[in-house]
């Protein structure tokens, strides 16, 4: 299963909040054997929002979007989206529910302070897409085809992912080698691996703890502990963390 992931908001691309979403999904969807081969940022632009995910829509799996629902100006994901799959925009009586039901619970905690929310408007999503509520957040996400959109905020982007985990699997594994060798040493050896098992290696140096950390990945898990055996051979690698004493 390959998933693409479209992180949105033109404070991601300014630098003024670090995009965590993206590094966050990304981990749990490798930890479930999901490749992600595109991560990409853009602004809050409803026409870019849309291309992109129409296009993504076509090349991937499925697509995570992820920013820009809600009820400022800048919020136009869930238009966008719509967009893309030539959808209507209007709730549902779940979106409808959960936005009262959260609203109430938020007038409940703090009863001194008026909001001023259009429930119709909070709570539209696609025509006929499935809605994705949770109790971490006010705007409802949903699914449109193989699109998942999802909130920027990670506390709730992370209960709404949580609720369609299941719903992406892969059969890609991964296994973690330490050496201490330097990386132009071992470049013939880890060529030779990804050649002869067919498996992808990735070396990434470490200055703090002083080592370099191979990662061995494949879809066949007798490929993946051939290749890991060999490196362990070729490599003066390790299965646990070592450091350089020179």
Request: aromatic share 6%.
């Amino acid at each position: 299963m390959q998933v693409a992931l479209i992180t949105v908001g033109d404070e991601l691309l300014s630098g003024d909040t670090v995009n965590t979403n993206a590094n966050w999904l990304a981990a749990e969807l490798s930890e479930r054997g999901v490749a992600v081969p595109r991560i990409l940022s853009i602004p809050d632009d409803r026409g870019e929002i849309a291309d992109r995910v129409r296009e993504y829509a076509a090349d991937f799996d499925a697509v995570i979007v992820t920013g820009g629902i809600g009820s400022t100006p800048d919020d136009v994901t869930m238009e966008a989206v719509a967009d893309a799959f030539d959808r209507e925009m209007g709730p549902t009586d779940l979106t409808r529910e959960s936005v009262e039901r959260r609203l109430a619970a938020i007038r409940e905690r703090v009863p001194d302070r008026e909001f001023d929310v259009d429930v119709e408007a909070e709570a539209a999503v696609p025509a006929g897409s499935r809605p994705l509520v949770t109790d971490a957040g006010l705007a409802p996400g949903c699914v449109v085809e193989n699109v998942y959109v999802m909130p920027g905020i990670p506390d709730e982007l992370k209960a709404t992912f949580e609720a369609v985990a299941d719903e992406f699997a892969g059969d890609r594994r991964s296994r973690f080698l330490y050496t201490v060798e330097p990386e132009s040493n071992i470049v013939p050896a880890l060529r030779e691996a990804m050649e002869r098992f067919d498996v992808a290696v990735g070396c990434y140096p470490d200055r703090e703890a002083e080592h370099n950390r191979l990662k061995v990945t494949a879809t066949d898990d007798d490929a993946l502990a051939d290749a890991a055996a060999w490196l362990l051979s070729n490599v003066d690698a390790s299965e646990t963390p070592v450091s350089r004493d020179w």
